[in-house]
């Protein structure tokens, strides 16, 4: 076997392995930015639709992707069985598993919206939902041949596929669900829920950091050159930037280097150049990334001024910045390394890029939305409400739905208090 091939398939396969772990940041990042009372709710719940996301892209969403079809939807290749591609410079098990890395991720952004508030069981059917009807198909219009590959959209590790679809899905449930108990008072001022665990918040943004080297460097499908270590060096100076910047307006604006802030501009900085990692200079991956701080310090205050309760600030992490991040390209995508499409508009491709980028972001951030915000709709219609009863947020997730507290020794202690 040809040795190329094999080193392709390990790196890919290394690469897998590390967007996987990242479903173990996201567990520390949404437990440790909400409430002790939910935090065994988040981390089963996480794992457990990860599992049903699994076997659903297994069974139909690669297919869908991937498949033979049409531009807006795959025909074929649903139940994979672990053949090669035609075509594919590695293995095409290594593949598949690595595309169903990243639907999984898109899918754990999409619970973001739902956290502390949704019933279990709101989990699990839209669980199946998205990884059917909402993520396949723009996943198959920018990697699978569909109609915006066609148009020349750039999305090398996906800034719009996984991040912004999995924010429009938040952003629908967050809308359904309604603000938890006591995040606004009757006035629409908001009140700090805060989460009970920055150190687990730091330490999440850390394995995100290191996974998200799988994520954008792995997306190079090859050790040809060793370009991956150039993906690398952009995707590590934006989450270095992005977290610059965002301790730098939270200093300014709030009198104090807010410590929440600096961990979302770090997230911020990466979701805004995993669309972008492979086809910017590392100077414009800085500013990229400082960009991002920035717009997700705004973004956060911009959606809770307007009643919309984000606990872990996926719209803003993920939506804002992934929006950012695609329309980047279209500005700084330089002759040399715009494999795809065309050279932005710096770099004298002009505005036609940015608005192929622009009608990316557009059509896949309605597309999400609407889709999920009628999925979810639907769903509580006939699932009699996705929300807990108000005792059952109150007493918390982790006794309301699977009878035991992640914490028990410390929330018996609180209510003890409390009393």
């Known amino acids: 076997m040809d040795t190329t091939f094999l080193m392709n398939s390990l790196w890919v396969m290394v690469g897998a392995v590390l967007v996987i772990l990242m479903i173990g940041g996201f567990i520390l990042l949404e437990t440790g930015s909400t409430r002790m009372k939910n935090a065994g709710h988040i981390a089963g719940k996480t794992i457990l639709t990860f599992g049903i996301g699994s076997i659903v892209f297994w069974a139909v969403g690669y297919g869908l992707i991937f498949g033979k079809g049409n531009p807006l939807i795959g025909f074929s290749d649903f139940f994979y069985s672990g053949y090669d591609i035609d075509g594919l410079p590695l293995s095409g098990a290594v593949f598949f598993l ?10 754990t952004i999409a619970f973001g919206g739902f956290a502390e508030r949704a019933k279990l069981g709101a989990y699990l059917v839209f669980a199946l939902l998205f990884s059917v009807i909402v993520y396949p198909p723009i996943a198959h219009w920018i990697w699978g041949g569909g109609w915006l590959a066609e148009h020349g959209k750039q999305d090398f590790a ?9 924010a429009m899905a938040a952003l629908a449930a967050t809308i359904l669900l309604k603000p938890r108990i006591g995040k606004f008072n009757k006035d629409g001022s908001a009140n700090n829920l805060a989460g009970h665990n920055q150190v687990f918040t730091a330490l999440s943004v850390l394995l995100l950091w290191v996974g998200w ?4 460097a792995g997306s190079t499908l090859s050790v040809d050159k060793a370009f991956f270590g150039f993906v690398a060096v952009n995707t590590n100076l934006a989450a270095a930037a992005g977290t610059v910047a965002a301790m730098i307006v939270s200093w300014m604006v ?6 929440p802030m600096m961990l979302n501009g770090a997230l911020a900085g990466l979701v805004a150049i995993t669309a972008s990692c492979a086809f910017v200079d590392t100077w414009a991956a800085v500013l990229i990334g400082f960009i991002a701080g920035i717009l997700v310090f705004y973004s956060i205050r911009f959606f809770e001024n307007r009643g919309i309760d984000d606990p872990i600030a996926a719209l803003s992490v993920h939506g804002t910045a992934g929006v950012w991040g695609t329309l980047s390209t279209g500005f700084f995508a330089t002759k040399e390394l715009a494999t795809v499409g065309k050279p932005g508009l710096f770099y004298g491709g002009g505005l036609h890029q940015l608005g192929v980028q622009a009608l990316g972001v557009f059509t896949c951030a309605a597309f999400a939305f609407i889709v999920s915000f009628i999925l979810l709709a639907l769903m509580k219609k006939f699932m009699k409400g996705l929300r807990v009863t108000e005792e059952e947020e109150i007493i918390g997730l982790d006794m309301s739905e699977h009878g035991s507290y ?3 020794e410390l929330v018996k202690a609180e209510q003890t208090k409390a009393l």
């Open 254 to 259: 709030l009198g104090k280097a807010d410590v």
């Open 98 to 107: 690595f595309q169903l890395a990243f639907a999984g991720i898109s899918l």
């Open 406 to 408: 992640g914490y028990p």
């Open 213 to 216: 080297f799988g994520f954008n």
């Open 158 to 166: 996906g800034s719009t596929v996984v991040h912004l679809t999995g």
